[in-house]
């Protein structure tokens, strides 16, 4: 089974509009020779437009890092997926360690948000990833399926495989410390098994899951190597061109 590799940048709350214009100018010349990869940036809501602009006609796909669940409303502050589209979005990323952590968002929202971003033709990357403590014991395999579970609650096999998932352990964000390409390959191919028992293995083996946490050009490689990772969503090192250029055009 061969999945196409899923490169993201996840630009957190980085970056205004003209930085993210000379960004997208600078990446788009240096990846335009890139084939058989998908490449996408998740922006802020406000830098969508601006992107939308500069990658129009281009390799390069746009995504948001959050969104509320319902169409439109009296919901103050937050976005829904029709405008994330009209901004020009494609992807979202959904249920990411600082939603859940920092702003409290639960499975049960995560899930909501997934089902309706596929009803309006967002493609969401459902992020999942336990905590240091959590890991240390011993408790990664039992956090991890409960988020994907609830994750993908109610999706049928056809939404099933519009989901990318983002494995990200919180303890390697934005530390500096990676988990090793082999734990991360072992806690992918566990999720791989999680999916093959709610769905079936062929749709296991379909669904693209991509490692997050301190990805770097000097790891991107190994990372890479592994039978199931499939991508990487990156952070720190999406912010410069020259560096997520490199983790892009991998070895
Ligand atoms: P990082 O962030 O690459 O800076 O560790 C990854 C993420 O939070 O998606």
Sequence with gaps: MSRKP???????MYKISSEAESFAKEFK???????????????????????????????????AQNMYFEKEG???????????????AKYVILGHSER?????????????KVKAALQYNLLPILCVGELLEEREAGKTEAVVKTQVVEG???????????????????????TGKTA????????????????????DKDTSEKIRIQY??????????SLMAKPNIDGALVGGASLKADSFTRIVKFN
């Design 6 to 12: 899923f490169l993201a940048g996840n630009w957190k």
């Design 29 to 63: 010349s240096l990846v335009s020779d890139v084939k058989d990869r998908d490449i996408l940036i998740c922006a802020s809501f406000t830098l969508l437009p601006v992107l939308a602009k500069e990658f129009n006609g281009t390799n390069i796909m746009l995504g």
């Design 74 to 88: 009296a919901f103050t502050g937050e976005v829904s997926p029709l405008q994330l589209i009209d901004a020009g």
């Design 100 to 112: 859940r952590h920092i702003f409290g968002e639960t499975d049960e929202l995560i899930n909501k």
């Design 152 to 174: 993908f609650k109610g999706l049928s096999k056809d939404e099933a495989l519009k989901v990318t998932i983002a494995y990200e352990p919180v303890w390697a964000i934005g």
């Design 180 to 199: 090793t390409p082999e734990d991360a390959d072992s806690v992918h191919s566990f999720i791989r098994k999680v999916l093959s028992e709610i769905y």
């Design 212 to 221: 997050g946490g301190s990805v770097k050009p000097e790891n991107i490689d």
